[in-house]
T-cell receptor, first 113, second 115 residues
């Protein structure tokens, strides 16, 4: 079983729409959680960290449910510039292994005019 | 300031050849990571350096892959006897020091194509 599972999409939404992405992780000892954004043929860039209390950054809201091992990202009022692949990322310690990042395969979002 | 840089940006080689991929981390970052991203997949961890030493190399797929960071800054990922399955984007990332909590900043990657 993969460490991080997420629906690859694609999601195609009109400008102004609200869209939600979800992912699940398998390691209950996971410590840190993130959403990264990756544009086509570019490197991943941190979008936001995810906290149990939930956190918001402008149009973006991230939620973490540790009991269900579930992470979500909500994008409100979608813009054309939001078109990208969104990667769910977990930082987990396994035995002596320090916190390497585990990436989901990414969810592709296209926002159309 | 300057971000993580990687060279070359693209590398085409023939099956069986040896390649070296270079990563120059953000100045002052003690932790350096290599990941590999295949088409349609998320990045997959290969190796992590803290300073000059490899703190975790459990992601290296086999003994054809090796990485060094002799002076605790620039790192080189070396692949011997390349195979077509090695074709991927090789990403390097660096962070300030504590892998559990520090943000990892990624370089633009090296796109390796093995013919």
């Amino acid at each position: 079983r993969k460490e991080v599972e997420q629906d690859p999409g694609p999601f195609n939404v009109p400008e102004g729409a609200t869209v939600a992405f979800n992912c699940t992780y398998s390691n209950s000892a996971s410590q840190s959680f993130f959403w990264y954004r990756q544009d086509c043929r570019k490197e991943p860039k941190l979008l936001m960290s995810v906290y149990s209390s939930g956190n918001e950054d402008g149009r973006f809201t991230a939620q973490l449910n540790r009991a269900s091992q579930y992470i979500s990202l909500l994008i409100r009022d979608s813009k054309l510039s939001d078109s990208a692949t969104y990667l769910c990322v977990v930082n987990a310690r396994r035995g002596s292994t320090l916190g390497r990042l585990y990436f989901g395969r990414g969810t592709q979002l296209t926002v159309w005019p | 300031g300057a971000g993580v840089s990687q060279t070359p940006s693209n590398k085409v080689t023939e099956k069986g050849k040896y390649v070296e991929l270079r990563c120059d981390p953000i100045s002052g970052h003690t932790a350096l990571y290599w990941y590999r991203q295949s088409l349609g997949q998320g990045p997959e961890f290969l190796i992590y350096f803290q300073g000059t030493g490899a703190a975790d190399d459990s992601g290296l797929p086999n003994d054809r892959f090796f990485a060094v960071r002799p002076e605790g800054s620039v790192s080189t990922l070396k692949i011997q006897r390349t195979e077509r399955g090695d074709s991927a984007v090789y990403l390097c990332a660096s962070s300030f020091g504590l892998p559990d909590t520090d943000t990892q900043y990624f370089g633009p990657g090296t796109r390796l194509t093995v013919l």
